[in-house]
């Protein structure tokens, strides 16, 4: 632990200088390189998920059968979380429109919990 | 299990933005709603992990690989899930090899977007 802690603090530091060779050399190249510097780091951190994935490893190793979880794992299970919210979401959302009203509510959610067969995981899990 | 209850949530205002984007624009989320459909998310980062775990058991393995996580969607009849995860995975594994020289760095700011997420979380909580 301790040393993953001085990992961060050089690893900090070592952005900041970065940053600041970028700064006097955009200053210096003006335009040309300005763009493509900036832009590719800030869409990769970006694009991918948009649950912390320390979050949803933590909750991963709350399984007692789970010891160790390969990165890949970690990024599937977060990716699909994603996506498991968006359709749950999505079918809630038809639910109460379908019921002619404007508001999501509770019922709209149980009811798509019983509608699917590979949803019955949830029933009384959300009390 | 009872101690560690808000170690079970995943941050609210990711889960608020991701059910906004899947439902269409004029509808509203109840509060109980979006608190089950939160809580939904976790039991299934949760139950698809115990299944995964299984499956690495079976194998006489430790570690938790991409590949449990597809078998276990695959059993838990979530096969729709598996194509747009195949495709995302392919992309994160590319994004990862390409940014090898720079994973120090890429670390250091996965965490702190987490923090951010997670002060953000705390915020919402206090009001």
């Known amino acids: 632990m301790d040393c993953s802690g001085s990992t961060e603090t050089l690893n900090i530091t070592h952005e900041e200088s970065k940053e600041n060779i970028d700064d006097e050399s955009l200053s210096t190249n003006v335009k040309s390189s300005e763009t493509p510097v900036e832009k590719k780091p800030k869409t990769q951190q970006k694009k991918f998920v948009r649950f912390p994935l320390s979050r949803v490893k933590h909750i991963m190793t709350l399984d007692p059968d789970c010891n160790n979880v390969s990165k890949d794992s970690v990024y599937l299970i977060t990716k699909a979380t994603e996506l498991f919210l968006e359709f749950l979401g999505r079918e809630s959302g038809k639910h109460s429109q379908q019921g002619k009203r404007k508001t999501v509510q509770r019922r709209d959610v149980d009811a798509v919990i019983s509608e699917f067969p590979q949803l019955c995981f949830l029933e009384g899990a959300l009390e | ?127």
């Open chain 2, 1 to 127: 299990m009872a101690e560690k209850l808000e170690d079970f949530n995943l941050p609210m205002s990711v889960v608020q933005r991701i059910i906004k984007e899947a439902i269409t624009e004029n509808l509203n989320i109840a509060k109980e709603a979006r608190i089950a459909l939160a809580r939904a998310a976790a039991v299934f980062v949760l139950y698809i992990t115990s299944q995964s775990s299984l499956i690495a058991q079976k194998a006489n393995r430790k570690t938790l690989t991409g590949d449990d996580v597809f078998e276990a969607l695959r059993n838990l009849e979530f096969d729709d899930l598996i194509e747009p995860l195949q495709k995302s995975l392919q992309e994160y594994k590319e994004s990862y090899k390409k940014k090898d020289k720079n994973v120090s760095t890429s670390k250091a700011a996965e965490e702190d977007q987490g923090e951010e997420i997670e002060e953000i979380e705390d915020d919402n909580e206090d009001e």
